[in-house]
């Protein structure tokens, strides 16, 4: 159970947060222990994936030992409502680990990310998804990234082409629906406005 904020003062609008790697974290105590309870519910719990969860009920693996970029969304009462983690492509990566049949030749160069780890919190609002997509390309272009990959479900791909950033699907194992694709994003500002008017917040609601 989320703990309860103690005073009303603590409410404020909606933001984007970049915690990066530990010390980003530290910083933000309680977003990121609801972030990783939040993991635990809808990886484990929802979506039953082989995965650990501590004795906290947070499900963190070991790529969240290797210092990634969190970009986190609050919801108005400063709790976690949705996130994403990434990671250089350069680096140990659970494209290169854990699903190299999907990777193309090449494709961890320097200036591309792995994403992973796409979490919305129970009950979030229904525009969290399209806030963490923006604040992935205001991560991305404020850091001078070239592109960002990816590993989703087939039926996904709508989905992102529906919240105005569409993906472009570099390779896919199995059929139909139920294919798994290795997709790419990339950062350019032309996703910028579309993705704002779906997520009703802007880039400069970033902290």
């Not at 160069?109 to 796409?118: D, I």
């Amino acid at each position: 159970m989320r703990a309860q904020l103690s005073s009303v003062t603590q409410w404020r609008a909606p933001m984007i947060h970049y915690l990066d790697g530990r010390a980003g974290l530290d910083r933000q105590p309680d977003l990121a222990d609801g972030m990783f309870r939040d993991r635990a519910a809808q990886f484990v719990d929802r979506l039953a994936w082989d995965v650990g969860v501590d004795a906290e009920g947070r499900e963190i693996d070991q790529y969240d030992a290797l210092d990634p970029v969190y970009v986190v969304a609050s919801d108005a009462a400063g709790r976690h409502a949705g996130s994403m983690r990434f990671l250089p492509a350069t680096g140990r990566t659970m494209i290169a680990e854990h699903f190299p049949q999907l990777a193309p030749g090449g494709w961890a160069m320097p200036g591309a990310v792995e994403c992973t780890r796409l979490c919305i919190a129970p009950g979030a609002a229904g525009h969290v998804a399209a806030e963490l997509l923006l604040g992935a390309l205001g991560l991305g272009l404020r850091r001078g990234w070239r592109r960002s990959f990816g590993v989703f479900d087939a039926r996904m791909e709508r989905v992102y082409a529906r919240l105005g950033w569409p993906v472009r699907v570099v390779s896919r194992s199995g059929p139909g629906r139920d294919a798994l694709c290795l997709g790419s994003w990339e950062f350019l500002q032309a996703p910028r406005a579309a993705l704002e008017a779906r997520a009703r917040v802007t880039l400069d609601r970033v902290a």
